[in-house]
């Protein structure tokens, strides 16, 4: 599941939003600390690399609600008004139409 979050963040898409550059369905999975440390077997230095990206790499996010990035709207109303104006507008101009 956390593979599949990744890929949706990197391509800027829905969970299961196909997009060419993600891979949906398939047994992606971010490797456990045994099968880094068998693949990295006799490789300390490789060991130790892995773990030194890794630590700089730890993240935590809540799924089931949505997360806006810090923003202050210029007209002065809230993050979530200023949302649902763009989408308002772009579903007027037919832009969601013109991705199927």
């Known amino acids: 599941m ?3 979050v990744v ?4 391509t800027l898409t829905l969970l ?3 997009h ?3 891979q949906l369905g398939g047994d ?4 456990t600390g045994d ?3 068998e693949a990295c077997a006799g490789r300390g230095d490789m060991l130790a690399r892995t773990v030194e990206i890794a630590d700089r790499c730890s993240f935590d996010f809540e799924l089931g609600r949505l997360h806006f ?3 202050k709207p210029p007209d002065g109303s809230t993050r979530v008004c200023s949302c649902g104006s763009w ?3 772009g579903c007027g101009s037919g832009i969601l139409g013109a991705q199927k």
């Open 2 to 4: 956390e593979y599949d």
């Open 69 to 71: 990035p810090s923003f």
């Open 7 to 10: 890929q949706s963040i990197r």
């Open 28 to 31: 992606l999975h971010f490797p």
């Open 16 to 18: 299961r939003q196909k």
């Open 35 to 37: 099968e880094v440390i």
């Open 20 to 22: 060419p550059e993600k």
């Open 87 to 89: 989408c308002s507008t």
